[in-house]
Each structure stands twice: as C-alpha cells, then as structure tokens.
C-alpha cells in the first residue's frame, strides 16, 4: 500500500508540474523570421499570431510579386511555430522528468 501512495503522490507531483509548464508555454512569445529577418511574425505561446513585420525594404523590392510576400510570411509563421514546439517539449521533458507520456496527453 505505500508504494501506491507514494505512486500517487508522484503522479499528482507531475500533473501540478504539467500544469504549471502548460501555463509557462501560453505565457511566452516567440518570433518567426524569414529573409534575413526582413519578416517578422511574433506569436504568442497561446498558437495566437500576435503580429507581422515587414521591412519598408522588402515591400519596395516585391511590390509586383505578391505570392513572394506571402510564401515569406509563411516561412516566418511556420519558424515561429517550430520554435514554439520546441520550447513546449522542453517544457515538458523538464515537467515529466524526461518521462514521455502517452500521445494526447500534454500540451
């Protein structure tokens, strides 16, 4: 019976620090680049794009080639996002104690 408890009392351990990583990871921003940092996408940890930059310079050079601007945004959306995917696993291998939980379960 005590290994069970104590069993328990693991368990909850790693549950608060889940829960305490889930909020850590909703509370950061990352930024995205593309071209040398001429675009910019800065997202919240929440998966929320919170803003977009593009260098005056850049506008200037693409004007006439919007499918250039748009796949540069994309570029920059999705290396926000890795980055963001990164941090959470981080986030929670130091949770779990380099435990892995079952797929659904987590972030």
Same mark, same amino acid.
């Given at each position: 019976? $005590? /290994?069970?408890?104590?069993? =328990?009392?693991?368990?909850?351990?790693?549950?608060? /620090?889940?829960? !305490?990583?889930? *909020?850590?990871?909703?509370? =950061?921003?990352?930024?995205?680049?593309?071209?040398?940092?001429?675009?910019k &996408?800065?997202? %919240?940890?929440? $998966?929320?794009?919170?803003?977009?930059?593009?260098?005056?310079?850049?506008?200037?050079? &693409?004007?006439?080639? !919007?499918s250039?601007?748009?796949?540069?945004?994309?570029? *920059?959306? /999705?290396? *926000?996002?890795? $980055?963001?995917? /990164?941090?959470?696993?981080?986030k929670?291998?130091?949770?779990? *104690?380099?435990? @892995?939980? @079952?797929? %659904?379960?987590?972030?």
């Open positions: 019976m $005590k /290994n069970i408890s104590q069993l =328990m009392k693991q368990a909850k351990s790693m549950q608060d /620090n889940l829960q !305490k990583a889930q *909020a850590e990871v909703r509370s =950061m921003i990352v930024e995205g680049v593309a071209s040398s940092g001429l675009v &996408v800065i997202l %919240g940890g929440d $998966k929320i794009v919170k803003k977009i930059e593009i260098d005056q310079i850049l506008i200037s050079q &693409v004007v006439d080639d !919007k250039l601007l748009e796949d540069m945004v994309t570029i *920059a959306i /999705n290396d *926000a996002l890795t $980055k963001l995917q /990164n941090l959470e696993k981080d929670m291998s130091t949770a779990t *104690a380099g435990i @892995p939980l @079952p797929p %659904g379960m987590g972030f």
